[in-house]
């Protein structure tokens, strides 16, 4: 089992769907990396930061799923990132209602000492430059992984392109991989992606599941076809972070076992979509999580005979 | 291996993408199903309409492929059905610029007496009361499978109904589903469509793969990514032709074979694409369909292992 280090926000969400709504509730991409990653019993750190209104609490039940919160930076007279979203009827769009950056303004990231020789380091959506900062940090990684969005590729293009030719995995959704790239195309996107840097290139489409592209091969990961999502936030890290935990426990970067690490990142974020915010995964069961495995298998397993 | 009926329009298509324009070249859905069921070696018949207009050798080169034409009518002062259209720059999309039914108006199709008791009935998209006659001149099929599109469900929806509910198999991509349902959830539409009649029902989501459900089991079968897409047209009629094809040739129709059925349609469907109109699929050669079914073996296979 390797260590993982894993940057990202931790945050206050309040969440508005067709089904309901909530309160500020805990949210944010390093929590759902986090949580995702706990299910595999990996020994990762979470680095990000937080305000004085943040609960203890939440902090407490991080630590309870074994992940390491000494690199949760608290600033007791700051509040901690706010946002908040509603999704329209189809689920497939949302507004951002609030984004209260608050403490993570001046977030200057500092991974612990005795995780700076991680293997595995999960590069949640932030500034490029703080990505950059945590990866200056560390002593040698075998795999860094990152995730970002259209955002950065808006606003600070170049601090990006820094980032990404530092990572050996981009996780990336289909529109930002055409708008990075400027090609429609999702192949030829994906193979321009690759002459930037990242060996592996996993792109996330949404309902329609995700592909995974390494030199001129390609694996497909179908998402779950589900009777009814009832609340998409967070489902992207809880992907990004069941990818991240399965290889950092697993130890084996080859694109074999990534094919299972993505379909495992599938898995748990079908989970997530099930209730508001981190609560789905704050119950799940390792029988829960192995039988859905198990119906991602029977999904796309198929005999080819040739006539 | 089973006998094969297949209906549906034999047509004039002339085609404009941004890679190029065709005159009228040969089209139409009992073209495509029949070239695409006609790998498989099946003993298929088209029952279709043609005017005078429509050149000898189309009608020896679909026969030359083992398709019977004695139930494809030749109205000699009549002209044969023609469609226009032009795809966007995403391919996604297309618009219609020319139909002219012609011939097709009065379409009276007869099943050919020794084709009557074919096992497996695949019916194009056509008029919905046109299906229905085909059906009613079957002795006892084992599989009716339908593939029918927007339009019907618009202008003759009880007739559809009829047809929908005297069919094992429907094929229908994901906008219609859910046009038929009211349903935005796929997992819904399907249940939805099961209760109106057929067995099984495939949704085809384009490039995102298909889905194919049965009682309470679902199969994904992806799309190949595909670096680029010459041509559309054909594609979908190209699936339900593999699809067909491959369940009449191995006279299975399990749900287990139906996943394999499908994953020979998505080939086939993946060869369409690659030049203008029919020409790709003629020149195929099994060897090529074998090494695609292999391919989309690698696309989607991966191993599980418990954490």
């Known amino acids: 089992m390797s260590k993982l280090v894993i940057v990202g926000t931790v945050a206050f969400d309040a969440i508005e769907t067709p089904f309901g709504k909530t309160d500020k509730i805990l949210g944010g991409a390093a929590t759902f990396i986090g949580l995702a990653a706990s299910q595999f019993d990996v020994d990762g750190a979470i680095v990000s930061i937080v305000g004085g209104d943040f609960p203890k609490s939440y902090i407490e039940m991080l630590a309870s799923k074994g992940l390491d919160v000494s690199g949760l930076e608290i600033v007791e007279d700051g509040k901690t990132f706010f946002w908040a979203g ?18 993570l303004a001046n977030f200057d990231p500092v991974v612990p000492k005795n995780y700076r020789d991680s293997e595995v380091v999960m590069l949640g959506n932030l500034h490029p430059l703080v990505q950059l900062s945590v990866i200056e940090q560390m002593d040698d990684p075998k795999l860094v992984i990152l995730d970002t969005m259209n955002f950065w590729m808006d606003n600070t293009l170049e601090d990006l392109q820094k980032v990404i030719a530092n990572v050996d995995v981009i996780t990336i959704n289909d529109e930002e991989a055409r708008q990075l790239t400027a090609e429609y195309s999702l192949v030829v996107a994906a193979q321009k992606i690759i002459e930037m840097g990242p060996q592996f290139v996993v792109i996330k489409k949404g309902e329609h599941g995700a592909l995974l592209f390494h030199k001129d091969e390609v694996f497909f990961a179908p998402a779950l076809p589900l009777e009814e999502v009832f609340d998409p936030t967070g489902a992207g890290d809880t992907f990004a972070g069941g990818f991240a935990g399965y290889l950092a426990k697993t130890g084996d970067y080859s694109f074999e076992n990534m094919k299972t690490a993505i379909i495992n990142g599938s898995a748990l974020a079908s989970f997530c979509v099930e209730k508001f ?31």
Not at 86 to 91: A, F, L, P, Q, S
Not at 278 to 305: A, M, P, V
């Open 277 to 307: 915010g981190t609560e789905r995964l704050l119950e799940l069961s390792s029988k829960e999580r192995h039988q859905r495995l198990q119906q991602f298998k029977n999904l796309t397993q198929f005999d080819i005979e040739l006539t």
């Open 86 to 103: 509603k999704y329209h009827n189809d689920m497939n769009s949302r507004d951002t209602l609030v984004t209260e950056l608050n403490v």
